[in-house]
Nanobody, 119 residues
Framework: QVQFVESGGGLVQPGGSLRLSCAASGGIFSIYAMGWYRQALGKQRELVATITSGGSTNYADSVKGRFTISRDNAKNTVYLQMNSLKSEDTAVYYC?????????????WGQGTQVTVSS
């Protein structure tokens, strides 16, 4: 079973920075895309950023220039460096990966980590 360990969330003041990480494990043959989504209270889950195994990235317009996604393929880990944080970035952030295992290829999600931007 594919599992994720997410870390790095917390409380930060506006203008501050946080770095999220998410490590995948469990029956993994390969990982295609990885990424981060977020869901604010009362809103739908939305894409934040994705990265392919080759390093191509995609960002939501609202985070371009402030957030940077990266990954370490050897560690099956994806990172999200978040700078110049705003109150509207407050949400639960979910790690995502499209994974090939011995039994299927599918989309897997982490348990989520809370990011709160507030003074």
């Amino acid at each position: 079973q594919v599992q994720f360990v997410e870390s790095g969330g917390g409380l930060v003041q506006p203008g501050g920075s946080l770095r999220l990480s998410c490590a995948a494990s469990g029956g993994i043959f390969s990982i295609y895309a990885m990424g981060w989504y977020r869901q604010a209270l009362g809103k739908q889950r939305e894409l934040v950023a994705t990265i392919t195994s080759g390093g191509s990235t995609n960002y939501a317009d609202s985070v371009k220039g402030r957030f940077t996604i990266s990954r370490d393929n050897a560690k099956n880990t994806v990172y999200l460096q978040m700078n110049s944080l705003k109150s509207e970035d407050t949400a639960v952030y979910y790690c995502y990966a499209r994974v090939r295992t011995s039994w299927n290829t599918g989309d897997y999600w982490g348990q989520g980590t809370q990011v709160t931007v507030s003074s």
